[in-house]
Nanobody
Framework: QVQLVESGGGLVQPGGSLRLSCASS????????MGWYRQAPGKQREWVAD???????NYAGSVKGRFTISRDNAKNTAYLQMNSLKPEDTAVYLC??????????WGQGTQVTVSS
């Protein structure tokens, strides 16, 4: 089992920045990739970005150039740096880990609200 705990969400004005963190514990050696998803009210969950164990990154088109995903293997933590935030970025952001045998694990989510 892998446990994930997100933090860093909050209220920010348009154009502002936030950094989300995702701390992992448990069978962390089994994690191959970590990612971020988001879900806005009344909408389907949307993939945002992911990063492999070797550091290869991928981004959704809607966030490319504004968001940066990274991971600190020594701290067992993944990050999502979000810049130039827009109201449409408002959502619950969830951390995801892809582990051995295709097992996926989710955090509880952290709310990000972009509003003036």
């Amino acid at each position: 089992q892998v446990q994930l705990v997100e933090s860093g969400g909050g209220l920010v004005q348009p154009g502002g920045s936030l950094r989300l963190s995702c701390a992992s514990s448990g069978r962390i050696f089994s994690i191959h990739a970590m990612g971020w998803y988001r879900q806005a009210p009344g909408k389907q969950r949307e993939w945002v970005a992911d990063i492999t164990s070797s550091g290869y990154t991928n981004y959704a088109g809607s966030v490319k150039g504004r968001f940066t995903i990274s991971r600190d293997n020594a701290k067992n933590t993944a990050y999502l740096q979000m810049n130039s935030l827009k109201p449409e970025d408002t959502a619950v952001y969830l951390c995801n880990a892809l582990a051995d045998y295709g097992n996926r694990y989710w955090g509880q989510g952290t709310q990000v609200t972009v509003s003036s």
